[in-house]
């Protein structure tokens, strides 16, 4: 019964841990996505500071030391923009240069957490057709079968030292 159970649970585990690496794929789309939408509000932003003959920098100026709320909060947001586009940025190269695997470790070392919370929203499983993917599902399958062996170790043997109790007796 203990064998059964243990394959189960690790197939639902290895289902689990095979969607991973689409889960990485969805997340790196969104990351594109964002960054695409970020650098036309930054570009946007850089032509009308050009326009009025100013760099980036004497922009963001003129807003942060300007009286108007509306204009500071505006330039508070290019400024973050700004930002997330350079942390994205740098998380798109990191998953670029990365291999299979370190893709996963990339994201998860260094993840936005708003897009996290929308790529879960929106995530759709996949069948694991990549060798990460069948990689991920067996290493899954292996930690699932192993816990639940762990966890059903205490029981078996006292199950087991009842049953030599009772043919003692």
């Given amino acids: 019964m203990t064998r059964r159970l243990a394959l189960a649970i690790g197939l639902v585990f290895a289902i689990i841990a095979a969607q991973a690496p689409e889960f990485a794929q969805q997340y790196r789309q969104r990351l594109g996505g964002a960054l695409d939408e970020l650098h036309r509000i930054i570009a946007r932003f850089d032509a009308e500071t050009a326009a009025q003959s100013l760099s980036r920098e004497q922009g963001l100026a003129r807003l942060e030391h300007n009286d108007d709320p509306l204009a500071r909060e505006r330039g508070e947001a290019i400024v973050s923009d700004i930002e997330r586009a350079g942390k994205l940025e740098r998380q798109q190269r990191d998953f670029a240069e990365a291999g299979s695997f370190a893709r996963l470790t990339a994201l998860a070392r260094d993840y936005d957490p708003a897009m996290v919370?929308?790529?879960?929203?929106?995530?759709?499983?996949?069948?694991?057709?990549?060798?990460?993917?069948?990689?991920?599902?067996?290493?899954?399958?292996?930690?699932?079968?192993?816990?639940?062996?762990?966890?059903?170790?205490?029981?078996?043997?006292?199950?087991?030292?009842?049953?030599?109790e009772q043919r003692r007796a």
Avoid: C, K, N
């Fill in 117 to 164: 919370s929308r790529a879960i929203a929106a995530f759709e499983p996949a069948v694991p057709t990549s060798i990460e993917g069948l990689v991920a599902g067996a290493l899954g399958l292996a930690f699932g079968w192993a816990a639940t062996h762990i966890v059903a170790w205490p029981i078996r043997r006292r199950y087991r030292q009842r049953q030599s």
